[in-house]
């Protein structure tokens, strides 16, 4: 497996740090504007920004060419997205090249939600590789310089390569087994879907921990009780605690607009700093993959607390 | 077996518009446990039509319109009523249909839509169990086909939209594959197969439509 260090991210997990990643999702547009936006104010408090790859089978603009522009324009190190739903291995293969090429370090090898919970639900699904295989194929680029079939590849690309985790699965053994398979086929690091409750976050740093793989917890920050809300309600899998709930339904009913925001600033900071106040003192965890697209105000003052 | 069930009449109707005499062919094996093409439906399609104006020249059920030889043993005696007609209402599924286009050289309506390879746990209630993939793997999975039961036809394990036990597609109603494959394989204690890391499936084969199987190469 490949050691030398490709990415700021790597660079910074091998040094031990406790990381922070942010997430953009780029939608239906050609000028990235919101994208752009958010990561301007990221900049500086997070090492890196996922760019997702038409998340929730909503058909976005390409993350490929989303990843390359943000590093361009705002100069964050991205982690490409890159699902199996929409592109056979061929096509993988190919936009794997054109990462490569066009200076993409990290990537993040995903299954991909499918075609019938987005937009488009009329679409064929592909899935010709799952999450596993993918990684194998990226890790085969890497490595040895070749594609499934073992014909050479002519400069071959540098990548730190991640996969996803789901620290909230039910049952949870099967998807561990999965992670020591992720491991195998060469993750070199995790980041987990949307984790609230500490239990469960380093239940999941246990029995992931002898992986030696650098794993960062998902956290999302809630802008309002709305979102809190149709979180609850929404996503499966992911429960709001009842008290973080609670206090932001209270904040809700504050009338000052400006005063209601900084209640739920308020609210937010204080559970989360703690939150990962905890992550950092008791368990093996790398970082925090925050999850807070339209919420991106949160991360400096999150970042401070925390440091 | 393979699970058909009825078209609208509207749509048969549309179809056969332009004939006034129809033949009806329907199927003794699948479609007469599927109830949409036994000797019953076909009665009661014959019924049907005539109210609908058609004459019906004849009908018969093959004991299975897939098979050629089947096909023509069975509509030998039928040949004139076969004849006589300007289309042939086919109740059967899709393969069928296409064996009856070959040897008849009629005009043929497919009366039924072919849904999918299934399991019937009563009539009313069929599940897809088999994608004819071309390469059995169910010993690996415990006896459960993830080609056909997951909806994205995962290999390694169960993904992300897995949620207490059910499936994201289909708003969590259907169990999830893998985690039924899980179960079962810890069962009958074989996880080592769960834990083994399975390739990409080659498709190179199944990529050469249609599948042909020619063992004994017949004369034609
Ligand atoms: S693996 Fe599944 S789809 Fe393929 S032949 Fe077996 S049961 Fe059918
Ligand atoms: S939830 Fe299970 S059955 Fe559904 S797509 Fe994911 S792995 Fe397949």
């Known amino acids: 497996m490949a050691t030398q260090t490709v990415s700021n991210l790597m660079a910074d997990l091998k040094d031990g740090k406790f990381v922070f990643t942010g997430e953009l999702e780029p939608e239906k547009t050609t000028t990235l504007e919101h994208a752009l936006e958010a990561a301007r104010k990221l900049k500086g408090y997070v090492v890196a920004c996922n760019v997702t790859d038409n998340p929730q089978s909503f058909a976005y603009i390409s993350s490929l060419a989303a990843s390359y522009l943000i590093q361009q324009k705002v100069e964050m190190e991205v982690i490409y997205q890159i699902t199996c739903r929409d592109r056979n291995r061929i096509a993988l293969f190919s936009d794997l090249l054109g990462a490569g090429a066009l200076g993409i370090k990290n990537v993040l090898a995903l299954t991909g939600d499918h075609p019938t919970l987005g937009d488009t639900p009329q679409a064929k699904p592909v899935f010709d590789l799952d999450s596993v295989q993918l990684l194998y194929l990226i890790r085969k680029m890497v490595d040895e310089g070749k594609d499934l079939n073992d014909n050479p590849i002519e400069s071959p690309p540098q990548f730190f390569v991640g996969a996803g985790a789901n620290p909230n699965a039910d049952p949870i053994e099967p998807e561990l087994i999965k992670c020591a398979k992720k491991v195998q086929a060469g993750a070199q690091f995790f980041q987990t879907q949307v984790v609230f409750d500490l239990d469960i976050a380093k239940n999941f740093l246990k029995e992931t921990s002898r992986y030696n793989v650098p794993v960062l917890i998902g956290i999302f920050p809630l802008r309002s009780y709305g979102v809190a809300e149709y979180f609850d309600k929404n996503v499966p899998g992911v429960k709001v605690p009842e008290e973080l709930l609670e206090a932001l339904k209270k904040a809700k009913k504050t009338p000052d607009k400006k005063e209601r925001k900084q209640k739920y600033n308020e609210i937010n900071l204080n559970y989360f700093a703690n939150f990962i106040k905890e992550l950092k003192k008791t368990t093996s965890a790398a970082g925090c993959h925050v999850m807070s697209v339209g919420y991106e105000s949160i991360i400096p003052s999150l970042a401070e607390m925390v440091k | ?220």
Not at chain 2, 23 to 51: D, H, N, P, R, Y
Not at chain 2, 67 to 76: E, F, G, I
């Open chain 2, 1 to 220: 077996m393979i699970i058909t069930q009825q078209k609208p009449l509207e749509e048969i109707l549309k179809m056969l518009e332009p004939f006034s005499k129809v033949f009806i062919i329907g199927c003794g094996t699948c479609s007469t446990v599927c109830q949409t093409g036994g000797e019953e439906q076909v009665e009661q399609m014959a019924e049907t039509l005539k109210k609908e104006g058609k004459e019906v020249t004849g009908s018969v059920v093959v004991e299975a319109p897939c098979d050629a030889r089947l096909l023509r043993r069975d509509t030998r005696k039928m040949k004139k009523a076969i004849e006589e007609s300007e289309a042939l209402l086919c109740m059967t599924c899709g393969a069928g249909v296409q064996d009856i286009v070959q040897h008849l050289k009629k005009i043929s309506v497919p009366a039924l839509n072919t849904k999918f390879l299934g399991q019937i746990e009563r009539i009313g209630e069929f599940y897809e169990r088999c994608r004819a993939c071309g390469e059995c793997i169910l010993y690996e999975t415990g006896g459960i086909c993830p080609i056909v039961r997951c909806p994205k036809g995962m290999m390694n394990g169960p993904c992300g939209g897995m949620f207490e036990g059910k499936c994201e597609v289909g708003g969590y109603q259907r169990d999830c594959a893998w985690v039924l494959i899980y179960n079962r394989l810890k069962e009958l204690g074989m996880l080592d197969l769960y834990k083994s890391y399975k390739p990409p499936r080659d498709n190179s084969q199944l990529n050469i439509q249609p599948r042909e199987i020619v063992l004994v190469k017949t004369r034609r």
